[in-house]
């Protein structure tokens, strides 16, 4: 799969998201409860997030860079 995002970080793309989406990634990184991709708002993050298999991705919101690698997913 080609990366895509806003921009690379580390290798990594990231996208530029919303405060919803930021508070969604942090509450669920927070409470180590899993992410459905209904709930994600930008639509281009929604995409990858849904097709991505190894979810290396990260998220800018007004400058701040999260790293998603650390999400755990229940199964």
Same mark, same amino acid.
């Given at each position: 799969? %080609?990366?895509? /995002?806003?921009?690379? *970080? &580390? /290798? +990594?793309? =990231?996208? &530029?998201?919303?405060?919803?989406?930021?508070?969604?990634?942090? %509450?669920?990184?927070?409470?180590?409860?899993?992410?459905?991709?209904?709930? +994600?708002? &930008?639509?281009?993050?929604?995409? *990858? *997030?849904?097709? %991505?298999? &190894?979810?290396? =991705? /990260? =998220?800018? *919101?007004? /400058? =701040?860079?999260?790293?998603?690698?650390?999400?755990?997913?229940?199964?």
């Amino acid at each position: 799969m %080609s990366t895509k /995002g806003d921009f690379l *970080y &580390n /290798g +990594i793309p =990231i996208f &530029n998201v919303g405060f919803m989406d930021f508070t969604t990634f942090t %509450s669920c990184m927070e409470s180590k409860s899993r992410i459905f991709t209904k709930c +994600i708002q &930008n639509d281009e993050l929604r995409s *990858y *997030y849904k097709k %991505s298999r &190894n979810k290396k =991705i /990260g =998220i800018c *919101y007004e /400058g =701040i860079i999260v790293d998603l690698r650390k999400i755990k997913e229940c199964e």
